[in-house]
């Protein structure tokens, strides 16, 4: 990489970084925000290029796991017949759909490279769909249609374009061959994930080191994607499932593991996705300038086709979806309302635009142009016409959460009260073992152990009042936390007042500032 190029990329990183703080302050969805600003600039600055090797094998493989990981595999597996039907089915229908308009709109374009869009286009990009739904509180089977959908569509919409191209490099269509390379990448992901998640999860059984074994999940991502993109199988597929089984797994794990691993992720999610959705509105001027050959009013109006195709296709096979599980007797499906904002829910992201970057040089370069713009102006349009109207849709058809936040704080302090039971009968028992009358020190450790578990379990209670008291007055657990913060930024003045005046060395500065940090992020719990 030349110093200019390592330059670039380091600016990009920092003006996405930048945009995305404000986003994050003003309560904006980041991913539209960066998609906006890179639009505006990118007339203004050197050209970036995607690359969709980078995309494919550096940025997908750790966002998929880090998603996978932050899922719930219970509630993916009872949501397994919709999720498959979005992820498989609805891929499948886009891919076919899209590439039929494709075909009549542009009928010199071969038809294996009109499918070749429509698969390009089909996986939507759940990000900010899901970061604009938990902010405004929807629903968590909602959330977790479209996560489950996020996780698995990139495998069969990268296996489907894999096919087009296939075909269209070989000049026939092998329907046998098609569907058995299909099932091959995904029966190969599904093996090889398994295969690979044993074996990190019994490498985990021999270390309680936090910092080596999150430096090795750092390497799990690309481990599982190579494996098994290296046979052909899907890395998308391979990933999550290495993701949902260690996730799932990860209470095993020492509370050092699980306190670093969420902060890891968390950073790495961050920095890479505010990264690729700059890069995709940088890519203004280049798709722009490949075109060549039409007049102005035809690509707009190709554009929009396919826009309208894409976002079209998404609502009939997600009403054909909820009718289809409801009738069937099966679990019981997405209501109209939320199948209304699963079907808006469809915005497209760096993936496709990778899938795009990413077609094979034999492909005409007229053909490669007007290929690479309709998925560009696919991507923009559905970030920012669903993506910008997405929040007013839910408040507009009131969808919300609020019964099951309800629900979800009475399961915790019922859960609570009977850890506490058992806590407390074990310290009885333990009391018990002492085998004498436990001396003055003793009984004061044993109430501050009591008190201590009274105090989490009235504080789970108490939040099903929203944390304050009668005649809105703090409850005697939020004045706790409110009084223990201010001593403890009143303590941490003090430390660093005695080491500011080489009474006490910078080491002890960070581990007392270390248990303080534990002790308020208790406290914030």
Do not use: C
């Amino acid at each position: 990489m030349s110093p200019i190029m390592g330059l670039q990329l380091l600016l990009v990183a920092g003006g996405a970084i930048a945009v995305a703080a404000v986003a994050r302050r003003k309560g904006w969805p980041a991913p539209l925000l960066l998609v906006a600003a890179g639009l505006l600039v990118s007339p203004l600055v050197p050209f970036v290029p995607l690359d969709p090797e980078l995309v494919l094998f550096v940025f997908l493989p750790p966002l998929l796991y880090s998603a996978a990981l932050d899922s719930s595999y219970l509630r993916l597996r009872d949501a397994r017949r919709a999720v498959g039907l979005l992820s498989i089915g609805l891929v499948l229908f886009t891919a076919a759909a899209v590439g039929f308009v494709v075909h009549l709109l542009l009928p010199d374009l071969p038809l294996a490279l009109a499918f070749a869009l429509g698969a390009i286009i089909a996986p939507p990009d759940a990000v900010a769909a899901v970061a604009v739904g938990r902010r405004l509180g929807l629903p968590r089977r909602t959330l977790t249609l479209l996560i489950g959908e996020s996780l698995f569509n990139d495998a069969t919409a990268l296996t489907a374009y894999r096919v087009a191209i296939g075909a269209f490099l070989g000049g026939t269509v092998d329907l046998l061959h098609s569907v058995g390379e299909f099932l091959l990448a995904a029966v190969g992901g599904v093996a090889i994930g398994l295969a690979l998640a044993l074996v990190f999860a019994w490498l985990f059984t021999l270390t309680r080191d936090s910092l080596v074994e999150n430096t090795l999940t750092l390497l799990i991502p690309f481990a599982a994607y190579l494996a098994a993109e290296s046979v052909h199988a899907s890395g998308v597929i391979a990933v999550v499932i290495v993701g949902l089984y260690l996730g799932s797994r990860m209470h095993l794990r020492g509370f050092g593991t699980r306190l670093v691993s969420d902060a890891v992720w968390q950073v790495t999610a961050f920095f890479l996705e505010t990264i690729v959705f700059a890069l995709i509105g940088l890519q203004l001027v280049t798709v722009i300038r490949g075109i060549s050959g039409y007049s102005a009013w035809e690509v707009a109006g190709y554009a929009a086709a396919v826009l309208g195709a894409t976002i079209l296709t998404r609502f009939v096979w997600v009403f054909a979806a909820t009718f289809l599980i409801k009738g069937r007797g099966g679990p019981a499906g997405p209501g109209r309302q939320q199948a209304v904002l699963l079907g808006w829910a469809g915005m497209r992201g760096v993936v496709s635009l990778a899938a795009a970057f990413a077609i094979p040089p034999e492909v005409p370069p007229r053909d490669r142009a007007m290929l690479l713009f309709l998925t560009f102006t696919t991507v923009i349009g559905t970030l920012l016409i669903q993506g910008t109207t997405f929040p007013a849709l839910i408040r507009r058809l009131g969808v919300s959460s609020d019964q099951e936040r309800y629900e979800d704080r009475l399961s915790e302090a019922a859960a609570q009260q009977a850890a506490l039971e058992a806590g407390l009968a074990e310290l009885d028992r333990l009391v018990a073992e002492l085998g004498s009358e436990p001396d003055e020190i003793q009984k004061q450790v044993v109430d501050q152990l009591r008190e201590k578990s009274w105090r989490r379990s009235l504080t789970a209670w108490e939040r099903l009042g929203g944390g304050t008291g009668q005649g809105g007055a703090e409850t005697p657990s939020t004045l706790y936390r409110r009084l223990r913060r201010d001593m403890l930024q009143a303590e941490r003045q003090v430390f660093v007042r005695l080491r500011d005046e080489r009474r006490l060395d910078d080491e002890v500065l960070r581990e007392v500032m270390a248990q303080l940090d534990f002790e308020e992020a208790i406290l914030e719990r």
